[in-house]
């Protein structure tokens, strides 16, 4: 393999006319004095073999020094291996003693330089996905989008990539959509290829297990110290090769209190749309991330600010469009508050849950209609969080196990009503009671004032004792605020 040549005055002299008209150049960044291009191999091989190697990244270097990293040095820096979990840095020693590169990088660095506690650790190494599974016992091969390798410490798992390189080498074989989106996107790289195909730069510093320093190729640590969320390379494309990245802008500016880049933020609110070819079931996992991190007010402020959010929940969006006795809705955002509350307490959170706080606003909407048909209470709510529920997995799916508990929740909502005799005990003991209740209390404390005595009543019952509550439950009228059932309106028949 001849070696890549360098040049320090421009592309021109290595570019024959022949050449120029069919290589493609891809200038990254501008300002930045490096090119990449992916020239046909089979002609380059031919015309030009002292210019050919093996397909994969070339640079063409356009000063003496490009490309070179910032490093900051272990003194410069405050990430200190007390704060790296173990299993980490065992992964990342037992990968150095191999002869392997290895980094912690991501989420992890980010975290740790802004002095916050990281919520996982990522590596990234050389080392192929089989050589790393090699390595440890403990750990096994995934993959759904491309190869990582999972190696478990107890129920801590550290995830370990090998370094992937961008699109620009593989053009051909990258699995790239006519709308710019990447549906595979696993051909490796070495490092420098790793930091440059990562979303935004401060996810894209690289701890160095080998001598402790931060090594940073895309000016992320200038970014965190400004308090700037930037995407590497053309925010447009970026986001059409990967419109999830949008969704993840919005979670770090969310979470972080980070500023999106002017550039980085100019696209979105046009872009929104590719939402909808992302995969149901990853706007699963990104929704999980987005609301039940800790930041779900701000997140959903920002979601709703760039108009993303009605392409994850479109019909809540225009519930939420519309205004409610002359107000806003207010239960999604309060919601969202006591979730936040719940996590900073260390409470456990359930997308079931989240999903009953989400969705509600049309499933009100819907089972008002089908009251007025004369379904009861409990038909109507079925009924319209069946359909609800049905529409919107089209869009984010949400797994049976919760979907299930999450129509629990609603139907208890005209349970919760009847609840003279033995009903109120009946109820007390079922396992969704908890998360009615706790649904009941918002929808009072967000417009529907009416059920604020119902809400008083199952909070009462609750602080009692079991003398009084059977006392509580005799003393409700039987049919208690059971609304009265109309007779249903007889079907046309067809035909
Ligand atoms: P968190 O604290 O939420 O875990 P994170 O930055 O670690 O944040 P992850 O989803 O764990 O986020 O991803 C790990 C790293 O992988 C990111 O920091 C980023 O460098 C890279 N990454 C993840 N998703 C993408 C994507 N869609 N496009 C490009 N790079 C990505
Ligand atoms: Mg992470």
Redesign the pocket.
Known sequence: MSEVPKCTRGLEPLLPTWEASVLTIRRREPGRKKCYYTPPWGLLKKYQPEYYCEPQLLTIELTDKPGSPNVIPRPEHIITRTNICESALKVLYRLKAAGFEAFL????V??LLLGRE???F?IATNALPEEVTGLFRNSRLIGRRFKLVHVRFGREII?V?TFRSGHDAASDDMGRMEDGMILRDNVYGNLEDDAW????TI??LYYDIRDFSVVDYTGGVSDLEKGVLRIIGDAEQ?YLE?P??ML?AV??AA?LGFRIHADSEAPITRLGDRLEAVPAARLFDEML?LFL?GYAVETFELLRHYDLFRYLFPETDDCLAKEEKGFPHMLVAKGLLNTDDRVAEGKPVTPAYLFAVLLWEPVRERAEALLAEGFSEVQSLQRAGDEVIAAQTQRVSLPKRFSLQTREIWTMQARLTRRNGKRAERLFAQARFRAAYDFLLLRADTGEDELQPLADWWTEYQEVNIDNRVNMAQQVPSGGARKKRRRRRKKVAQG
């Open positions: 990088v991501g989420g992890g980010r975290d990281p919520k996982d990522d995830e990539a195909r990562r979303d935004f996810n894209s970026r990967d999830v990245r993840r979670r770090f979470k991330k991190s």
